[in-house]
């Protein structure tokens, strides 16, 4: 298998992390994290922090960047279907009661993170629509 934009992919990779180390994404992340931890917790069965804090960011990123999910917007920005993006939110659904069960309601939280990247992935898809080839849309 040939992939001709290798470079392209390394370099936004590369790019990707530096910018993500120079914005202190990560610590972002988790003061945002705590701050819902406190919010939504109630007292008694707790979680410790780090484990919390650990579960929360995986689910922020099996939900927030799955294939399914960017897949999805981008093919609803280019073409206006959003059947893919309907089968995911329930398939999304029974994952959170899964999840819920040991986070607590802060689970429901999750559904900002995941709008501002499936509404920005669906706005940049109708942006770059216009730049591909009549064989690559969607809509042909």
């Known amino acids: 298998m040939k992939c001709a934009n290798l470079p392209v992919m390394v370099l936004a990779t590369l790019v990707g992390a530096l910018i993500g180390e120079f914005c202190l994404l990560e610590k972002g992340i988790n003061g945002a994290v705590a701050k819902i931890q406190q919010l939504f917790m109630i ?19 099996l939900f927030c960047a799955s294939g399914t999910g960017i897949f999805g917007a981008m093919h609803e920005g280019m073409t206006g279907d959003p059947n893919i993006l309907i089968a995911k939110s329930f ?9 819920a069960c040991s986070l607590g309601i802060a689970v429901s939280a999750i559904c900002a993170p995941m709008l ?25």
Request: glycine residues 6%; aromatic residues 10%; negative net charge.
């Open 43 to 61: 007292s008694g069965n707790k979680p410790t922090h780090d484990s919390f804090i650990q579960s929360y960011v995986a689910i922020i990123v």
């Open 91 to 99: 398939l999304d659904f029974f994952t959170a009661i899964i999840f």
């Open 116 to 140: 501002i990247i499936q509404l920005a992935l669906a706005a940049c898809a109708t942006l770059i629509l216009p730049l591909t080839t009549p064989g690559n849309d969607g809509r042909l």
